[in-house]
Nanobody, 120 residues
């Protein structure tokens, strides 16, 4: 398996929570970072959160700090994104990716995405 596989998207009301999961390939070499990005039509893909499992180096986009938490379970090659205090502006397609740096052009493998819809 090379492509990450996302799950957990859905529709919730503003203020609610969702947890996304990403089953990713075995991490090796410099491509050891797992990240979540999101995108709405007509806008650029935005970095949400990233983790290097093991040392657990973690990064967050400014718009989600304090509300989202990323974590990883290396034993089952899975990364989670716990999303709390959701807002309508969090509505987007969420993508999991594996790569080297927390930026769109730093990722090597992308999942197909899972849709998150927040209603106000």
């Amino acid at each position: 398996q090379v492509q990450p596989v996302e799950s957990g998207g859905g529709s919730v009301q503003a203020g609610g929570s969702l947890r996304l999961s990403c089953v990713h390939p075995v991490l090796q070499g410099p491509a050891n970072l797992v990240a979540w990005f999101r995108q709405v039509p007509g806008k650029e893909r935005e970095g949400v959160a990233a983790i290097v499992p093991g040392p657990d180096r973690i990064y967050y986009g400014d718009s989600v700090k304090g509300r989202f938490t990323i974590s990883g379970d290396m034993a089952i090659n899975t990364v989670y994104l716990q999303m709390n205090s959701l807002k309508s502006e969090d509505t987007a397609m969420y993508y999991c990716a594996v790569g080297r740096w927390f930026r769109v052009d730093g990722m090597d493998y992308w999942g197909k995405g899972t849709l998150v819809t927040i209603s106000s």
